[in-house]
């Protein structure tokens, strides 16, 4: 069909649909997204709790309880089990709804025209009948007839396989063509790598190309991180040890003569208490949480790796313009008709003078009108304004948007000038080229081409100049001048673009680079972007973290500078030949000589994507975790390659957003370094709750094997006399139903809310850590050796204090001591462990509310199973009398006193 009757048949028209006509067929025709799984319903979630192993044994025990007559302490392990599995369930529900939450930020979106009026919109959102905007770099968002292509070029290698780009055009082709040759469409999942165009959706969803082909529809396979990995292979091996302890206390229980069906039960429960069972589902749960905090600082983490990657990173290499700077580009000063203009206003709105010498200058003098009107017509962006905010916007790139300001400024409206010189064909702006150039149609018959581009560049393609003699050759020294011109202008921090136009032949009916020669010089307008504020303090932050920052620009050397002494990357002291280094310079230079500079360069000028490539290829030569920043298309390659590659919420397209592994819904560069702090955060945390965790449980196992082996032992002689029954009752220093109770309380909420914890103070004061270094640090290996041996003295003192061989009243009373003082010695180690390197007071006593909240939540409980009435007799205890709450309080002291001393004198060490 052609373009008209394509429009016809879908019910649509060039301004696109109406919002209610979209709605009303989105109701029809379904989301435009392949049909993906159902996510596990909640029910589903909850029952999954009870595949664990562990579970299944501790399932297994209650069954055996019950079949021996123990109806209470089965029912107590099975309502102990319910309440693990609940807690598994909430951690995993909130894990899943959080990385579900991330990957609606991330879903794809498209520009479309509704009520006349470009909108940007959800991938999903578009109907058959919506008009399309495709822009280079953009990925098509469903099956669509092209209406509108100005040099348009789509890669479909996803599709079918072929390589090169294909051109596209609006000519109907024959209703049987296979899809490599349908040249008027464009199909899902497919990339403009060239051009622009428009183009009217026909099938969305399922009905699309990509929908049809099964073997296409792309999952998301989930990553499991290197953290959750090694932390699955610790847990394994606690698992092991602790299964070997448990079985060893119960052979010698059994050898003691003890019942073997208690032995087994208790053994099983001692196995359950010591196993960190929660280890991987917290760590996996403590990283989806951490993706969902990031998106809050305005940076979506779309690969879960990247939350632990992120930590590490020891390089960032930035972007310059909107990432370090605000992105706001403002016209300041003209060069036209070798005169300096100045140009009053600030940002987007039209409202300003232009100045020479201090002295208002006529806007409309036909040297500068040609200036502005080259510069609004060789321009894709568009300046509107916005009606909820009433302020003005740019719709397109920022550095555009500038020019048609500022010619607006002048009373030259884009919309007009477009109506009197409707652009007919143009040659895009590449990387690669530095330039653009348009050809209009003035008075429906003469043809003019307007370019703009680098100063320099635009120059070569010229050989005459425009002054007050009119139209003349360009001489050497004209040019030269114009040169330092550009040169004084850019040591301003201005970034400069020249404008030149021709005049070409009436029967041109080809417009390819060809034309881009002979042009008429006119002028260069300079542009500033101011450094964002917050920038400072983040280059400030990262120099004390030990984080290399490097801006890495396509803009021109002199402006990198200015804006990195701005923002004190660069320090006036600096030697720039050292320090800056241009795309062409690192031409030359050969891949072992760019590794011998990378580490004293801070800034790359008039860089290409390629070259990125190869900046990052250096730093990780040198071992460094790299992260990179980038926009355009051609940014995915060295995206890739970085070890965490980011891409542009704002400016980026889709396919870098596809490329990247992180993405900043604010174009800051602020927002990296909040992320980098998140992710050293979150690593801290992991390790926080594991050695919280450890010491706690080879305690529990330290003073359950101890009593096993040492009670008879003891009992023997200190009492001779003592029954066989109440010394091997006394041998079992707390039942399966005590130890489970002591697991619930202190490795359940406590332990989750140290995966929220703050961090420390001097988080980004360290250097990054190492990717492959153990979680197993130094540090760790003492908590792990040192405190079990003291708080499994402390316990084992008050415990044989009461002299539990005695049995009856003895032996409530010492189990009431031991389980009280073992749940508030490890409720005190909570709160210890928000530092490992620091007492607490340095790091905000009450700043992890959470984890107050559920120190004191496990406390209330164990206050509640004490006191209340029936509660007690079933967990095999009593109220505690003053001497069990002392012997309670001062054990918890000493742990909690001994730890906060010794992480007081090391941290003093450190200093």
């Known amino acids: 069909m052609k373009v008209e009757e394509t429009i016809t048949e879908l019910s649509s028209n060039e301004a696109g649909l109406s919002q209610e006509e979209a709605k009303k067929r989105f109701l029809q025709y379904g989301p435009n997204e392949l049909q993906k799984e159902k996510g596990k319903s909640r029910i589903r979630l909850f029952l999954e709790q009870f595949t664990d192993i562990l579970i299944i044994i501790l399932l297994a025990a209650t069954g055996l309880s019950v079949a021996i007559g123990e109806i209470v302490d089965a029912a107590v392990i099975m309502a102990i089990v319910l309440a693990t599995a609940t807690l598994g369930f909430v951690e995993e529900y909130r894990s899943e709804k959080a990385v579900e939450a991330l990957k609606k930020m991330t879903a794809p979106t498209a520009t479309v025209l509704r009520d006349g009026k470009e909108i940007r919109i959800a991938a999903s959102e578009i109907v058959p009948g919506d008009i399309i905007l495709l822009y280079t770099g953009d990925k098509v968002p469903a099956d669509a007839r092209i209406i509108e292509a100005i040099n348009l070029k789509l890669d479909e290698a996803s599709l079918t396989g072929e390589s090169a780009p294909v051109n596209k055009n609006v000519e109907p082709c024959k209703a049987e063509a296979p899809i490599n040759d349908r040249r008027n469409m ?3 999942g497919t990339v403009v790598v060239y051009g622009r165009g428009k183009a009217i959706a026909t099938s969305t969803g399922m009905n699309t190309e990509f929908g049809k082909i099964a073997k296409m529809v792309q999952m998301t396979e989930e990553e499991t991180t290197p953290l959750e990995k090694r ?18 206390v119960a052979i010698i229980g059994i050898i003691e003569q003890h019942d073997p069906i208690t032995m087994l039960l208790w053994g099983v429960s001692l196995a359950v208490a010591a196993v960190p069972e929660a280890l991987p589902a917290i760590v996996t749960g403590a990283l989806a949480v951490g993706m969902y905090r990031m998106a809050k600082v305005n940076t979506i983490v779309k690969k879960l790796p990247a939350v632990e990657t992120l930590g590490c990173t020891s390089v960032i290499c930035s972007d310059k313009t909107g990432t370090m700077t605000k992105g706001e580009m403002t016209v300041q000063r003209i060069y036209v008709n070798d005169q300096t203009v100045k140009v009053t206003g600030v940002g987007y709105d039209p409202d300003g003078e232009f100045l ?33 905010s009433n302020r003005w916007i740019i719709k397109g790139d920022p550095t555009e948007g500038a020019l048609v300001v500022a010619a607006a400024k002048a009373g030259l409206w884009k919309q007009e000038l477009e109506q009197q010189q409707p652009r007919v064909a143009e040659i895009p702006f590449s990387s690669e080229t530095k330039r653009m ?22 120059l070569e393609k010229c050989s005459k100049t425009l002054d007050d003699n009119g ?54 307008m300079g542009m500033i972007d101011p450094p964002r504020e917050e920038v400072k303090d983040a280059i400030y932050t990262c120099k ?16 990198a500078v200015a804006v990195a002494k701005a923002l004190n990357l660069l320090g006036e002291n600096d030697d720039e030949e050292e320090r800056v280094l241009t795309g062409e310079e690192l031409e030359n230079l050969t891949d072992e000589q760019l590794e011998a500079k990378v580490e004293k360069v801070l800034i790359y000028a008039r860089v290409s994507p390629e070259h990125k490539m190869r900046i990052v290829k250096a730093w990780k030569a040198k071992g460094n975790v790299v992260a990179m920043t980038g926009d355009g298309v051609n940014d995915a390659p060295a995206l890739k390659m970085a070890d965490i590659g980011i891409s542009m919420g704002i400016t980026g397209t889709e396919v870098t957003k596809e490329a990247s592994d992180m993405v900043l819904t604010d174009d800051n560069f602020a927002s990296i370094v909040k992320a980098a702090r998140e992710g050293r955060e979150i690593y801290d945390n992991i390790k926080k709750y594991l050695t919280y965790l450890m010491r706690c449980n080879i305690m529990e196992i330290i003073v359950m094997f101890v009593a096993v082996v040492a009670v008879p032992y003891l009992a023997r002689l200190f009492s001779p006399g003592a029954s066989e029954t109440g010394l091997g009752e006394a041998a079992i220093a707390l039942t399966a139903a005590q130890l489970l109770w002591v697991n619930l309380t202190t490795d359940g909420l406590p332990a989750m809310a140290l995966g929220i914890d703050p961090g420390d103070p001097d988080i ?29 003295a402390l316990l084992l003192f008050g415990y044989l204090y009461y002299r539990p061989w005695e049995g009856g009243a003895q032996l409530l009373e010492a189990r009431t001591q031991l389980l009280t003082a073992m749940i508030l010695m490890e409720l005190a180690n909570a709160i210890s462990a928000r530092s490992l390197k620091y007492p607490v007071w340095k790091v905000g006593v009450f700043k992890n509310k959470f984890l107050w909240i559920a120190v004191l939540s496990s406390f209330a409980l164990q206050l509640v ?14 109220a505690p009398e003053p001497l069990d709450w002392a012997f309670a309080i001062a054990f918890t002291a000493i742990v909690f006193g001994s730890l906060e001393i010794g992480k007081y004198i090391a941290s003093r060490k450190r200093k």
């Open 471 to 524: 139209v003349r050759k360009l001489t050497d020294d004209y040019r030269t001048r114009i040169l330092k011109v550009n040169e004084a202008m850019a040591k301003q921090a201005l970034r400069n673009l020249g404008f030149a136009f021709r005049e070409l032949p009436d029967n041109l009916e080809t417009y390819d680079e060809k034309i881009e020669k002979d042009f008429v010089f006119v002028g260069i």
């Open 865 to 878: 199973v004490l006191y209340t009435p029936g509660l007690n007799t079933v967990f095999e205890v009593g």
């Open 356 to 388: 020479v010498e201090d002295k208002k200058a006529d806007p409309k003098n036909v040297k500068l009108a040609t200036l502005l009107t080259s510069a609004t017509l060789c321009n894709d962006a568009k300046l509107e304004k916005d009606p909820a």
């Open 186 to 188: 464009a199909f899902t």
């Open 544 to 559: 004390k973290a030990g984080i290399h920052v490097v801006m890495v620009t396509g803009d021109h050397k002199l402006t």
């Open 764 to 792: 980004m004061e360290r250097k990054p850590r190492d990717p492959e270094e153990s979680v197993f640090t130094r540090d760790v290996k003492i908590y792990l050796f040192v405190v079990p041996i003291m708080m499994s």
């Open 437 to 458: 150039t348009t050809v209009h149609v003035v008075s429906g018959k003469k043809k003019i081409a307007y370019m703009k581009g680098a100063p320099e560049i635009v």
């Open 231 to 248: 932390t699955q292979s610790i847990g394994k091996w606690i698992g092991v040890l602790s299964l070997s302890v448990c079985a060893i």
